[in-house]
């Protein structure tokens, strides 16, 4: 099951508010201006920057 189109549109980073994208393939939740991915478990996105990793 993926994550709902509506949470995902409603969805921003918790460190500067801006949108995400989400990598289906890697199951995560992008922000393009801190550089951040936050990990999707078991279709529940993991909000928190502490768990977050950088990408590139």
């Not at 201006?33 to 950088?54: H, N």
Request: aromatic share 4%.
């Amino acid at each position: 099951m993926a994550l709902d189109e509506k949470i995902l549109r409603i969805l921003v980073c918790p460190k500067c508010k801006g949108g995400l994208e989400y990598d289906r393939d890697k199951s995560r939740l992008v922000c393009g201006s801190c550089k951040l991915a936050y990990p999707v478990k078991d279709d529940i996105p993991v909000m928190l920057e502490q768990e977050a990793e950088r990408v590139e």
